[in-house]
Every structure is written in C-alpha cells, then in structure tokens.
C-alpha cells in the first residue's frame, strides 16, 4: 500500500473485492450436489492455509482471544446453518436472505452495543441495501410452507453472521494483528465441520470428497481470502458500512444465479439491485 494513501482509502475496494469472492465461493459450494461434501473441502481449505499462516504471522493480545474463540464458534454455526439452506432451498434465494438479514442488525447492534453512530445519511443508505436485497430474496413471490425450513436456515444464517461480525469489528482492534487474528480465527474454525462429516460418513468420507476436491479446496481458499479482506477492512473503517457494503456479494450470485444455475432474473431482481446499488452510492457520498 503506497505510504501516502490513508489505509482508510483503501476500504470500499477491499470489500467490494471480498464481495465478489463469497459470492464465487458459495456458488462453488452450492454447486457441489453432496453439500456436506462441498461444506467440508471448504473447512479443510481454511485448516491447511491458516496452519501455514500461523507459523508466519504475529500472536493476538491476549485481550483478543475471547473474541476470537466467540467468532470461531459463531462461524461455525453459521456454516452448519447455511449448509442446511442450500440442501433445502435454491442458491438464488437463499444466499441474499442469509447474506440480506445481517446489514441492519449490524447497524443496530454498532449503535446499541458498541456506541457508534449512523448519520441519516448513512442510514438511509444501509436501509437501502437492505430492502434491496430483501426484493432479490423474494422476487420470485411469497414462500409458501413447505420452504420455511429453508427460509428459516438462511435467515438465521444471517443473523449469525450479524453476530461475529460485530465480534470481529471489535475483536480484531483488541488483536494488534489482523493477519495473526485471521490465521487463528480459520484454525480454530476449519477441522470442525470435517470432524462432524467424519463422524457421520465413517470411513466412507474420503472416497466422497475426492471428486470434488479441486472445486471445494480452491472454494475455501477464495473463501479464507474474502474473509481476510474484510477483518482487514473492518480494522480501518466503520463497522455498519463495511457490513452494508459487503452484501453486495449478493448483485454477484444474483448474475451468477441467472448464468450457472438458469435462476430467472426479472424486473424485480432488477429493481432491488437498483436498490442495492443506489444504497452503495449513498454510503460512498457519506464517506467521500
């Protein structure tokens, strides 16, 4: 980074730049049809690239770790809730109503918990975001019963989401290391799931993930860098904007839907992406 540009400078493109890779990192998972399978090569990716990076990096304060162990735990649950969404549901709707829910609920919880405060401005423009990416999450009409289930995984996905992004934001401060937080953070994170697909596939596991491996090991890591861009970014920039911004992941899927998967994209996908980037200028104009 050029030593005459702010690290704050540098913000709106880093996580603009991990938008675009949750969003190539799910479809990757999603597109795996033994989703367990999918789940668990990702997890492996984080273990194998944060057990090399922690020979590298510094240690967290020890103020740190209480944060790192609630986001560990925090990320797993979210994994094992999003994992249930794609088994039940569609990647077009699931993944915006996951990634949708977090925005306000981190915006509250920045203003409730940690004592920051939102101008109008950047209210507006987090609201925006938000009811945008409620519209792709619903474009294809009201769910009816049979996708509560799915809808309920995805919407407590995201609620979990909204929880360990606050512990970061405040975590990775406390750390005097954002690499060292996200080395220990992914090791900490990455055997459990695999430990739980062994327990319940049994020496069959490793035959099933060979297929595969290529997509999901490549998944994780595209995964384990997005994440990484984002603690950086939540390092140097304001919580509920970073949180707004980083959903934008979901115009990504929402293409992503439509050219892989055949999703269709209609007027209403397009109005609530509209909706999504005219709360990305808002936020921009907050934070010139």
């Not at 730049?17 to 668990?40: C, E, Q, Y």
């Not at 925005?103 to 409730?112: D, G, K, N």
């Not at 220990?184 to 697909?197: C, I, M, R, T, Y």
């Not at 595969?212 to 860098?225: C, E």
Request: aromatic share 8%; proline share 6%; hydrophobic share 60%.
């Amino acid at each position: 980074m050029p030593s005459f540009l702010p690290a704050g400078a540098f913000v709106p493109a880093a996580v603009l730049s991990a938008a675009v890779l949750h969003a190539v990192w799910n479809a990757m998972a999603h597109r795996i049809p033994d989703k367990l399978v999918g789940f668990t090569l990702i997890n492996l990716a984080y273990t194998g690239c944060a057990a090399v990076m922690v020979c590298f990096v510094p240690f967290p304060h020890a103020s740190a770790w209480p944060y790192i162990l609630a986001s560990a735990v925090l990320e797993v649950l979210s994994q094992l809730f999003l994992l249930r969404a794609y088994q039940l549901g569609d990647f077009g709707q699931m993944y915006p109503l996951a990634r949708g829910t977090a925005p306000l609920l981190v915006a509250f919880a920045a203003v409730s918990i940690l004592g920051q405060s939102l101008t109008a401005v950047e209210t507006a423009g987090i609201v925006a975001i938000s009811a945008g990416l409620a519209g792709l999450a619903f474009a294809n009409g009201w769910p009816g019963r049979a996708q509560l289930p799915a809808l309920a995984a995805a919407v407590a996905t995201g609620a979990v989401i909204a929880a360990y992004t606050v512990i970061d934001g405040t975590g990775v401060r406390h750390s005097e290391t954002v690499a060292g937080y996200i080395a220990w953070l992914f090791l900490l994170q990455g055997p459990v799931l695999p430990l739980l697909a062994l327990a319940r596939r049994g020496r069959s596991l490793p035959a099933q993930l060979r297929p595969d491996l290529a997509v999901g090991l490549l998944g994780g890591t595209l995964s384990l860098l997005a994440y990484g861009l984002v603690i950086w970014a939540q390092a140097h920039g304001d919580l509920a904007t970073i949180a707004a911004l980083r959903e934008t992941s979901i115009l990504i899927a929402a293409l992503i839907a439509t050219l892989m998967f055949r999703e269709r994209f209609g007027r209403l996908r397009l109005a609530a992406s509209a909706a999504v980037l005219t709360g990305i200028a808002v936020l921009e104009l907050a934070h010139p």
